[in-house]
T-cell receptor, first 112, second 116 residues
Framework: AQSVTQLGSHVSVSEGALVLLRCNYS??????LFWYVQYPNQGLQLLLK??????LVKGINGFEAEFKKSETSFHLTKPSAHMSDAAEYFC??????????FGTGTSLTVIP | KAGVTQTPRYLIKTRGQQVTLSCSPI?????VSWYQQTPGQGLQFLFE???????NKGNFPGRFSGRQFSNSRSEMNVSTLELGDSALYLC???????????????FGPGTRLTVL
């Protein structure tokens, strides 16, 4: 069975500060992991994904995530937050076919 | 390439009615998945269609059904609407299905359904 836990439903950071959004997964098979971002009244946009290979994955808009098998984690980071980063972020693990299991989301607020 | 499109964007229905939502995937994508998004339950998988066949199904009652056409367009139907069906319904398309391939899903903007 697959599941995702996102710690912290709301995260606030100052503009220019480090962004860290936490994601832990449970998977009975080697996981494929994803981070998506959702802006108000829009669908989800892929930030980055881990399938195989390098465990540090770089995505769009300066985001990156590191797959740590020993910790079953896939935390999302960005060195310097920008006002435009304010949005809802979702971590997901894929199962058979294209069935995704999503976390409950983390709402990121950027304080000027 | 055009993205995933969903129609209508907004819909208001009353309890007991039925509704049909439409999704057009990215050209060349044969897999279409549907998700329900609510503040309380988050994003929940409804079902996936690939080559006109339902490949996976989430834990939703039989009132929720779908189909896929030969051009990969998909429709989702909800019969006998309940207040709790109010949600954002998201459609996502991907290139492949069947095996675990790690393909990303591309999401449409969603249909906001309100049941009164």
């Amino acid at each position: 069975a697959q599941s995702v836990t996102q710690l912290g439903s709301h995260v606030s950071v100052s503009e220019g500060a480090l962004v860290l959004l936490r994601c832990n997964y449970s998977s009975s098979v080697p996981p494929y992991l994803f981070w998506y971002v959702q802006y108000p009244n829009q669908g989800l946009q892929l930030l980055l994904k881990y399938t195989t290979g390098a465990t540090l994955v770089k995505g769009i808009n300066g985001f990156e995530a590191e797959f740590k098998k020993s910790e079953t984690s896939f935390h999302l980071t960005k060195p310097s937050a920008h006002m435009s980063d304010a949005a809802e972020y979702f971590c997901a693990v894929s199962s058979s076919g294209n069935q995704f299991y999503f976390g409950t989301g983390t709402s990121l607020t950027v304080i000027p | 390439k055009a993205g995933v499109t969903q129609t209508p964007r907004y819909l208001i229905k009353t309890r007991g009615q039925q509704v049909t939502l439409s999704c057009s995937p990215i050209s060349g994508h044969r897999s279409v998945s549907w998700y329900q998004q609510t503040p309380g339950q988050g994003l929940q998988f409804l079902f996936e269609y690939f080559s006109e066949t339902q490949r996976n199904k989430g834990n939703f009652p039989g009132r929720f059904s779908g189909r896929q056409f030969s051009n990969s367009r998909s429709e989702m139907n909800v019969s006998t609407l309940e207040l709790g069906d109010s949600a954002l319904y998201l459609c996502a398309s991907a290139q492949m299905s069947g095996a675990r391939t790690g393909n990303e899903q591309f999401f449409g903007p969603g249909t906001r359904l309100t049941v009164l």
